[in-house]
């Protein structure tokens, strides 16, 4: 009766290591449970050309951000941007790479959108779409919220291709969930 039990207990041991998982779980692609980050922020961009000087040489920048985790070092962004004074608009969307996984994660970025610079002018030759870049870093404070920190670089392509560069800080807001991790098998 021992043998039969010490083989009984042999084979469910080989067994179990045989069609064992990699504990460790390496090499498996992960995303985050929570992708969606969401909050605001506020800066100031420096007008470049003449043309967009004679509007304002700086402009206070109010920013509704919107951040979502796509892969490891890829993310998405959408901000929805108001230049003061005045009714400057406009809104951007476009991909940021992340260098970092850490509590500290420096990226840079590059995307599209439209932006309205307020003259005395018709709709369309203040009007025009846009190309943003930018670099920055993200710290996370807590598990909800982080700080941002960017240099952006805009240009539109309105009548007098206005351009800028600033200068704008962020507070973004997520779930509690946004570093717990799904193992992605498929």
Known sequence: MKKLLVIVVT???CGSVLHAADPSEEGV???????????????????????????????FRLSFVNT????????????????IPYMNAGADVGIDI?????????FA?????AHYIDRDEEFGDSFGPSITAHAGFTLDLTDNVAVRMRLPYHIIFNERRDHGVGLDFGFIFSSRFKKVRKLNYN
């Not at 449970?33 to 040489?57: P, T, W």
Request: net charge negative.
């Open 29 to 59: 692609p992960t995303s985050p449970l929570k992708i969606y980050g969401g909050g605001f922020a506020v800066g100031a961009l420096m007008s470049i050309n003449e043309e967009l000087q004679d509007v304002s040489k700086q402009f």
């Open 109 to 113: 970025g590059l995307g599209c959108g």
């Open 68 to 83: 979502f985790s796509v892969r490891d070092h890829l993310g998405l962004f959408l901000d929805v941007d108001w230049f």
């Open 11 to 13: 084979a469910i041991s």
């Open 98 to 106: 992340l260098f970092s996984r850490s509590d500290f994660r420096p």
